[in-house]
């Protein structure tokens, strides 16, 4: 079993930075895709960002590209969600997710592992 523990979120006017960070306890995950999620209220959960295992290949959602930057670092077992020029339309939890299997991967839900999420909210 993987734990996986998101920190870094709050509050931040728009135009502002914030980096989330996601450990992971359990076992190693340096084999697997990290990703990032988001659900605003009354909205459906989202693709944000997701990192292969090396940390060579990097997606994002259309919405986030060249604002937010998805890293890892397998040797602290820990990814990370760097978010600039954040917008209000940003504001959601934001939830970490580990292991990416089936079709529609690394952007699908798919994943087995998610962390309890933290919450993002940018005000204008």
């Known amino acids: 079993q993987v734990r996986l523990v998101e920190s870094g979120g709050g509050l931040v006017q728009a135009g502002g930075s914030l980096r989330l960070s996601c450990a992971a306890f359990g076992r190693t995950v340096s084999r697997y895709y990290m990703a990032w999620f988001r659900q605003a209220p009354g909205k459906e959960r989202e693709f944000v960002a997701a990192v292969s295992s090396s940390g060579a290949i990097t997606y994002y959602a259309e919405s986030v590209k060249g604002r937010f930057t998805i890293s890892r670092d397998n040797a602290k077992n820990t990814d990370y969600l760097q978010m600039n020029s954040l917008r209000p339309e940003d504001t959601a939890v934001y939830y970490c997710?580990?292991?990416?299997?089936?079709?529609?991967?690394?952007?699908?839900?798919?994943?087995?592992?998610w962390g309890q999420g933290t919450q993002v909210t940018v005000s204008s």
């Open positions: 997710a580990v292991r990416c299997s089936g079709a529609g991967c690394p952007r699908s839900y798919a994943y087995d592992y």
